[in-house]
């Protein structure tokens, strides 16, 4: 029995110290997650500020980088995608660009952001020849960096929402672009996508920051790219 009740009296010791050091882990590890998160937000906001216009006033420059974003099952763009698609045009129009990179999602071949993108656009008269697609703009860094080192942007204005514009904007400078943004508010209209969307920016963020730190390539390269040159140049 002594035998017994001393084993049960060590596994309950070891099993509150391993309970023990479990929550501090948890804690410490959810007080650095917290800190993490608060101090990419302020670097996302301080990269961006001053760079984040109304459409009416934001500066020219050769490209409009748009940002892709769910495309519907029919090979539609969502609203929020067609918001920003809209923005480039009028900016296209009003010749505040000289073309339009669309960089998105491609996964697989029933699924094609850019060239929802590309049809959108040249269906509402923008040139095809202006426009410029990007099959592996994965996620933002990913669109920042190839714009940069595929397409060789060095200037751009970034078309997305307005709460996913700072950190567009932050990570494009950040890559070697020199950015500014304007940032879509029509889709506000849809209030429970528009909410979940910008409270996910926090995390984003943070991931942002790590991309940042990491220096990571993105999820594909390849050779360098002229079709943004030869836009540019087709008058």
């Known amino acids: 029995m002594r035998g ?9 010791g070891e099993h509150r110290r391993f309970v023990r050091r479990t929550s501090l882990a948890l804690v410490v590890g959810a007080v650095l997650l917290a800190g993490g998160t608060v101090a990419s937000v302020a670097w996302v906001r301080g990269a961006a500020d001053g760079h984040l216009y109304d459409e009416a006033d934001v500066p020219a420059t ?14 539609a763009p969502s609203p929020f995608l067609a918001a920003r ?15 339009i990179l669309v960089s998105g999602d491609n996964m697989n071949a029933d699924y094609n952001e850019p060239a929802a993108m590309l049809r959108w656009l040249v269906d509402r008269g ?10 592996a ?12 080192r595929i ?9 997305t929402q307005s709460f996913h514009l700072p950190r567009a904007v932050a990570l494009c400078r950040r890559l070697g672009i020199d950015a500014n943004g304007v940032g879509d508010e029509t889709a506000r209209r849809y209030a ?12 984003a963020c943070l991931k ?14 390849g050779r360098r790219e002229t079709g943004v040159d030869d836009a540019l140049r087709d008058a």
Not at 62 to 75: K, N, R, S, Y
Not at 151 to 159: H, I, M, Q, S
């Open 85 to 99: 698609l809209e923005i480039a045009r009028r900016l296209y129009e009003r010749g505040r660009v000289a073309a």
């Open 192 to 203: 429970p996508t528009w909410r979940i969307s910008a409270t996910r920016e926090n995390g």
């Open 62 to 75: 050769p490209v409009a980088l748009v940002l892709g974003t769910q495309v519907d099952a029919d090979g």
């Open 126 to 135: 923008v040139p095809a020849r202006k426009v410029v697609l990007d099959y």
């Open 151 to 159: 397409f060789g942007v060095t200037r751009a204005t970034v078309v």
């Open 208 to 221: 942002a920051a790590l991309d940042v730190l990491s220096g990571r390539d993105p999820a594909h390269l």
């Open 137 to 148: 703009g994965f996620d933002t860094y990913d669109s920042c960096a190839r714009a940069q």
């Open 4 to 12: 017994r009740f001393g084993t049960v009296r060590r596994w309950y």
